[in-house]
């Protein structure tokens, strides 16, 4: 079982400094236990990328772009060749445009299967099973044909910690990749915008003064059953 | 509300007395308005009834009939062109977001378009969130595939200027499965919808790109307001769409969530534990019958006998709840603060005066250590 786990370079929310993006780090934990694992990252040479080997990674290879470049056709080109089971992506890339696009266009030009926001995978035989987190904690259990691209949800298991030792002995392979340029739109500096205020107030309501608790729970009970929290 | 300011100018104005050299001013009860009269004044406040009532902030006299105004929904007959918004409509019913999304879409029709909206609501509710077409979608099952093929089907069939979704976790993995799909740019993640220009966050929210509303366009929660004119037609419309699921999937199984073990700030009913609480074992027993996620006020984190990550507050979790039961909690204007979106409170309290019982929709004044162990048989005796 060939696994690749698409790295991106992340944004310490801090010091804003270049560092492994958390939840790339969390797909190199999901991916651990199924197979042989290999990161991918296509991007400007720095050194954060280097530190993904660090939580658990065995190999990694860095096709090195222009700072701006797409990644997609260099991506592409290479996960064509290589052939693999299964690929895993973080949601969006940080720092950059943060479309959260990429693991869309890439499934669509590998002709594959996508399924966003993992949170535990499992494999049988060419069949890989997977958690999708849902709003309000609920999952969704798939299973599919591999292969295919998966994103990673930030429920899923914590990134294995960071060792040394780990990131000295794993291999980084370095390729020179063609980058397509990006048409950036119009920037200017951010600035915050207050958010529309939710406030919600009860339609109408309902005093009780010293009921017996009987009467208490049954009210409710009955007030929960208008809300269709119970049957 | 303050009175009418007076102008006193004016006042000697209205009294000056034409001709004459110097200037005269009438000083009769008449011009001055100094004298009062106390019988046209009590009938201005007098609500009339049963018993006479007194009415001292304008609102009496004779009542008039409530006149039922008629309901007036716009319609636009010939529309220049369209604007398609696909709300989530989880179970048929608007969210908040996506009220705001047809909002947002409200505001790129407004130069002589009107709303497409492409959900599975019912033409009343899409009507009044401001829809002036409506497609049904009766898509049923788990398929985002095939659902982005009947999308890109519709948006050659109709081509709106505009295609709007949600960003939420189902809307956005929709609007990026077009995009690749069709090949289309997708501007994600607007935070302001005018329609000239439409914004985002990007490079870890340092700088926002800025252009002229592109076509497709996902919209961030809580920052356009939700439509709020007249109701709109929400004609149906016909659309041929492609049937079938894709058969990706060999199965799709729901789970249900373990209440207990939902993060809090994610639970959709919350059963939280404050200072009239002193048996916790039947307070969990019962968070667990009832299917809630246990919550806690700070006096009983502080005091250890909920752990901090179940603390319900402004230091602690500010909730998106549905729902929110309240047992022996008063309300700090903290604590509140942490229940501020949610919709339904229900208060169990001994102080009929404390700031929970006045937030609630159902407020039980009544010893919250009674009432749990009697909710708990309540529910026995229904699930034996």
């Given at each position: 079982m060939k696994i690749t786990v698409l790295l991106s370079r992340g944004i310490h929310p801090v010091s804003g400094r270049a560092c492994p993006a958390t939840l790339d780090a969390q797909a190199i934990s999901l991916a651990l236990g199924l197979g042989v694992v290999e990161g991918l990252h296509a991007g400007a040479a720095e050194a954060a990328i280097a530190d993904y080997l660090g939580h658990g990674l065995p190999a990694l290879t860095h096709l090195v772009l222009p700072e701006t470049a797409d990644p997609l056709p260099a991506l592409t080109g290479h996960l064509r060749a290589a052939r693999q089971d299964l690929i895993l992506a973080g949601r969006q890339s940080q720092g950059g445009e943060e479309t959260g696009l990429l693991p869309y266009r890439l499934a669509q030009a590998l002709d594959l299967p996508m399924v966003a926001d993992a949170v535990g995978l499992a494999i049988e035989g060419d069949v890989l099973t997977v958690d999708q987190a849902l709003p309000r904690g609920a999952r969704r259990r798939l299973r599919l044909k591999l292969p295919c691209l998966v994103t990673v949800h930030p429920a899923a298991p914590p990134p294995l910690p960071f060792a040394l030792g780990q990131r000295r002995r794993g291999r980084l392979a370095r390729l020179e990749a063609e980058g397509m340029p990006v048409v950036p739109l119009e920037e200017v500096p951010y600035r915050p915008r207050p958010k529309l205020m939710v406030a919600a107030q009860a339609a109408e309501r309902r005093l009780m003064l010293h009921p017996s608790p009987a009467e208490a729970a049954t009210a409710i009970l009955d007030h929960l059953r208008g809300l269709g929290l119970r049957r | 509300m303050t009175g009418k300011r007076r102008d006193p100018r004016a006042e000697r104005d209205a009294r000056r007395v034409a001709g004459g050299e110097r200037p005269r001013f009438a000083l009769t009860p008449a011009a001055t308005g100094l004298r009062r009269d106390p019988r046209a004044e009590r009938d201005r406040v007098t609500v009339a009834g049963e018993r006479r009532r007194l009415v001292r902030d304008g609102a009496g006299g004779a009542a008039p009939a409530p006149v039922a105004a008629p309901v007036v929904r716009v319609v636009?007959?010939?529309?220049?062109f369209l604007v398609l918004a696909v709300p989530e409509a989880v179970r048929g019913a608007l969210s908040a977001h996506d009220r705001q999304l047809l909002g947002a879409a409200r505001l790129l029709a407004e130069a002589g378009g009107a709303v497409a909206v492409f959900a599975g609501v019912d033409g009343p509710a899409a009507g009044a969130a401001g829809a002036d077409r409506l497609i049904a979608d009766d898509l049923t099952g788990y398929d985002p595939e095939a659902r982005a093929a009947r999308l890109a089907a519709l948006a050659a069939q109709l081509s709106p200027r505009h295609i709007l979704l949600p960003e939420t976790a189902s809307g956005g993995d929709l609007a990026r499965r077009l995009a690749a799909l069709t090949g289309e740019t997708l501007f994600a993640g607007a935070e302001r919808v005018t329609a000239d220009l439409v914004t985002r966050p990007a490079r870890a929210r340092r700088v926002e790109q800025r252009c002229r509303p592109p076509r497709l366009i996902t919209l961030a929660a809580d920052r356009v307001p939700a439509y709020g004119g007249p109701p709109r037609e929400a004609r149906p419309l016909a659309a041929t769409l492609p049937a079938g699921g894709t058969g990706r999937f060999l199965s799709v199984e729901e789970i249900a969530p373990d209440p207990a073990a939902v993060p809090l700030g994610e639970a959709g009913f919350v059963v939280a534990a404050g200072n009239g609480v002193r048996d916790f074992a039947t307070f969990r027993a019962l968070a667990a019958a009832l299917g809630a996620t246990p919550g806690a006020s700070r006096a009983v984190c502080d005091a250890g006998a909920m752990p901090r990550a179940a603390q319900v507050g402004a230091s602690g979790t500010v909730l998106r709840a549905d729902c929110y039961l309240a047992f022996g909690i008063s309300g700090a204007p903290q604590h509140l603060a942490g229940i501020a979106a949610t919709e339904q409170v229900i208060a169990v309290n001994?102080?009929?005066?404390a700031a929970m019982i006045e937030r609630a929709g159902l407020a039980i004044v009544a010893d919250a250590q009674a009432v749990m162990p009697a909710l708990l048989a309540a529910l026995k005796r229904e699930k034996p």
């Open positions: - | 636009v007959e010939e529309p220049a001994t102080d009929l005066h």
